[in-house]
């Protein structure tokens, strides 16, 4: 199983761009297809992005495309969330996890553990 640490968040105003990171360490991070979710106050977990394990499949919820990127270097065992044009509504603690089961692409949290700490980001209008 992998550890992972969210970094990066913080606060900005509307417009601002801002690049998550999440390192991994423990087990081979290579192997694992990865993703970010968010959760802000009183709501669910929800799902922002995913990439597989070589980087030939990637995946955004509708209400982050072409506004974020997601992105590794397997060398690093670092996964990167790129935040562009960042919206009040993107304000929400923005975890990585790893994925331990279902198909390439899945956007279900049950498919996805060893969560991180979180990373706050708070995004002013």
């Known amino acids: 199983q992998v550890q992972l640490v969210e970094s990066g968040g913080g606060l900005v105003q509307a417009g601002d761009s801002l690049r998550l990171s999440c390192a991994a360490s423990?087990?081979?991070?290579?192997?694992?297809?990865m993703g970010w979710f968010r959760q802000a106050p009183g709501k669910e977990r929800d799902f922002v992005a995913s990439i597989s394990w070589n980087s030939f499949v990637t995946r955004y919820a509708d209400s982050v495309k072409g506004r974020f990127a997601i992105a590794r270097d397997n060398a690093k065992n670092t996964v990167f969330l790129q935040m562009n044009s960042l919206k009040p509504e993107d304000t929400a603690v923005y975890y990585c996890?790893?994925?331990?089961?279902?198909?390439?692409?899945?956007?279900?949290?049950?498919?996805?553990?060893?969560w991180g700490q979180g990373t706050q980001v708070t995004v002013s209008s």
């Open positions: 423990g087990r081979t991070f290579s192997a694992y297809n």
């Open positions: 996890g790893a994925q331990i089961r279902g198909i390439v692409g899945s956007t279900d949290k049950g498919d996805f553990g060893s």
